[in-house]
């Protein structure tokens, strides 16, 4: 078969290295431009894919866990990723060379996957028809539990334990409106995230899980295995893993053994991923225990509204340790030029000191009780529950709940 090509010229067969011209040939031998034919994304392959899958990972957790990063941040973490001895000189050029070949490399990831670099106003958004939401939230949630009949009702939330400020710019999605502050740790442990978990029935703070940053599963982790007043884990970034979670379901189900829990968090991907389902559904099959758990999801938007840690526990929480700290540092040697260091093991202390207080201070004032009440959230609701719900609602205001956002879920900075 003679097929016919329209004449073209030299030139326009020349190619260089950078563009090489696709050329096709239809059944009836008419040229189709090289326009028409490009694939999507054209141009030289990705050389570097596997970072770029860890820097997007970790600006979605950030920013998805309600503590944005910095640029600061993301650089340090990033030279610590490159150094790990398993892909250890995968990216010396980038690494190794001056800082602004990597700053264009990071400017250009975020653009391709909708992230900008963005002064601090506030970490989320509320929906505009919140109240609605909140209330079919709520609703939502004690019916599931009504149902499933269970017997412990948690409302679960990760607060940040941070220490010295990277500066007054963070990475956000592009579009976003508003965008969170969040300060991060200048020394080798770089904080701390504490999963702050309230109980209706008790009216009590349960004993956290704390996670640091440093090796999953490595030496510092089995160090910490038998200490039984906290959960104390490692991941690579300490923020909330989809492990992290998997871990914590299981001490929860440890420390509620025969029970059928009810946990309520909010819509961080890890919270609700398919591993972690998967784990669950395989947990609740078990026919060996009676030992069950229900999940439910608080939507985006509404945790600073029907979500208790944020509602009635974070902020004494983080006062409570900002306290600690401060007597402790107050009793520290004054050193020019020295750094302040806290140890992992005294961090603990300042959190499950400050997390005694506040259940001793519950004996008398059920302040936890009283705010699953006031968030919607008692399964057993009676009509004083819901007009505490309702009178909840109805002092709040929009802007009463932006501040709400920035002074709840901001990250604690011990220096302020």
């Not at 200048?186 to 702050?196: C, P, R, S, Y």
């Not at 440093?214 to 492990?243: P, R, S, Y």
């Not at 409570?320 to 202390?349: C, F, N």
Request: some cysteine; overall charge positive.
């Amino acid at each position: 078969m003679l097929l016919l090509i329209h004449s073209i010229s030299y030139s326009q067969l020349n190619m260089s290295t950078n563009k090489k011209i696709s050329l096709s040939i239809s059944k009836e031998g008419f040229f189709v431009s090289n326009k028409a034919l490009r694939r999507p994304g054209g141009g030289r392959p990705q050389k570097y894919k596997d970072l770029e899958d860890f820097i997007v990972l970790t600006v979605r957790r950030c920013w998805e866990s309600g503590a944005s990063i910095s640029p600061e941040q993301l650089h340090c973490m990033i030279l610590r990723h490159a150094n790990d001895e398993n892909i250890k000189g995968n990216y010396d050029e980038l690494v190794q060379g001056k800082r602004s070949t990597l700053n264009r490399y990071v400017q250009r990831v975020l653009a391709r996957n909708q992230f900008s670099v963005r002064k601090i106003s506030i970490s989320q958004s509320v929906p505009a028809d919140w109240r609605s939401k909140a209330e079919e939230n709520s609703a939502r949630i004690r019916s599931t539990f009504l149902k499933e009949k269970v017997d412990v009702v948690i409302n679960a939330d990760e607060t940040f334990l941070l220490f010295h400020p990277f500066g007054q710019r963070l990475i956000a999605p592009t579009g976003i409106k508003r965008v969170g502050s969040v300060v991060q740790v200048d020394n080798e442990k770089w904080g701390a995230t504490v999963m702050i978990a309230c109980e209706y029935r008790t009216s009590c703070i349960l004993p956290p899980m704390i996670i640091f940053t440093g090796v999953h599963c490595a030496k510092l982790m089995k160090q910490w295995a038998t200490f039984d007043k906290a959960k104390v884990i490692f991941n690579e970034t300490h923020w909330m893993t989809t492990n992290a979670a998997i871990i914590y379901i299981s001490y929860l189900m440890k420390m509620f053994q025969g029970k059928k829990i009810g946990l309520i968090w909010d819509k961080h991907t890890s919270h609700y991923s398919t591993e972690v389902l998967d784990f669950i559904a395989k947990c609740n099959e078990q026919t060996t225990t009676s030992t069950k758990i229900i999940i439910e999801m608080v939507d985006e938007g509404l945790t600073p509204i029907i979500q208790v840690p944020d509602v009635a526990v974070n902020k004494v929480f983080k006062a409570g340790v900002k306290k600690r700290y401060h007597e402790y540092r107050s009793g520290l040697p004054v050193t020019i030029g020295k750094k302040i260091s806290v140890s992992r093991e005294t961090l603990v202390d300042f959190v499950l000191n400050t997390i005694d207080e506040i259940n001793k201070s519950n004996y008398e004032n059920q302040f936890i009780s009283d705010a699953f009440k006031r968030c919607g959230l008692n399964p057993w609701s009676k009509t004083q529950s819901m007009e505490a719900f309702h009178q909840h609602l109805n002092k709040l205001e929009s802007n009463e709940i932006l501040r709400a956002m920035i002074t709840d879920q901001k990250a604690l900075s011990l220096l302020d």
